[in-house]
């Protein structure tokens, strides 16, 4: 599969077979994560990278995050998927991936993003179904847990992916060319 099917052809999973993701797969796929370029204030190591494995400590870490997003909800705001009873922050995913970034370097949630970009791309291309999910961002930063989940002194989780063997593979709608506007020597268009 080349680069632009790929890109095309990639969705989000939501669903997931209960097979876990062998080791050396998923670190081909974070290897590819991680040549994602970053500035050089970001330094040699812009990002650490935890994987929490097993559905059922998945699942569980799940079920505290909905729990803290619903008491930690921001003021005049509802969070609906707090209050449904069948939503699962992990979707029943056999693993997450979380790219940390340093602490105090405005540019460190950029760069996890484009990391976490590079290893969907990868990910899909090795066979694997992933989401990008931001359900649990509040509760992996919260006093505590980062410690409990790996994440090392310094950084902070920014991006959380889920990652397995899709149990589904939807059809997705390709989006529509871009509006592009050019900016050439005599204006623009």
Known sequence: MDVFEAIHRRRTIRAYLPEPVARDVLEHVLWAAVQAPTPPVSGPSPWKICVIEGAERVAAY??????????????????????????KVFWNAPAVVLFCG????PESPFDCCRAAQNML??????????????APIPWL???GVADEVGIPAGYEASVAVLVGYGAEQPAGQPRPRPEIVWCAPDGCT
């Open 102 to 105: 340093r602490s105090g370097n």
């Open 121 to 134: 791309i990868a990910a899909h291309g090795a066979g694997l179904g992933t989401c990008w999910v931001g």
């Open 62 to 87: 799940g079920a505290r995050a909905k729990a803290y997003a619903y008491d930690h909800q921001p003021a005049g705001q509802r969070w609906e998927w707090t209050e449904r009873p069948d939503f």
């Open 141 to 143: 930063t919260s006093p």
